[in-house]
């Protein structure tokens, strides 16, 4: 999947002349890409992240922190965006989200929330089942040993 926007070399005036679900869609895309200087020049400094009932991350350098982390233990991340919409600076995303570690692969639905102020994303707030992450987790272990058993995002 590749960014369709290059988010990195656009000027804040031209960052707010881009609308909030494309802010959104091109920081999942450079997400799924590991592209992180793209996806977290798309941020506030002032960003809040909620993984609904996880601890909620305040602030670029902590998100930053966290998706340095996440590279460094080898996860990838992948997404399939099933809908997207906007009102004034609100974006909702009904997605599909795939962590992966070598022949590992979970993907389970996930709704977004998204605030975009002047081109950055100011909150980000995921709601997920976790009965679904469970059931997602043990296919995902099931698919190491029978490949053919293996999510994918079609």
Known sequence: MTASTDSASTSTSDRSSVSPAEVVRTFLEACADGD????LDLVDD???YQ????????????????????????L??????????ETGSSVLTERTDAIMLGSYR???WVCGA????DGKITLWRDYFDWAAIL??????????VVPSLRARLD
Not at 51 to 74: C, D, M, W
Not at 114 to 117: A, G, I, K, L, Y
Not at 136 to 142: F, I
């Open 36 to 39: 992180f200087d793209t996806a």
């Open 114 to 117: 998204f605030e975009v102020n």
């Open 106 to 108: 979970s993907q389970f």
């Open 135 to 144: 059931a997602a987790s043990v296919r995902g272990l099931v698919g190491t």
């Open 76 to 85: 990838r991340f992948d997404v399939k965006i099933h809908r997207i919409c």
């Open 46 to 48: 002032e960003i809040v």
């Open 51 to 74: 993984n609904v009932s996880l601890p909620t991350i305040h602030g670029k350098r902590r998100l930053a922190a966290g998706a340095r982390k996440f590279e460094q233990r080898g």
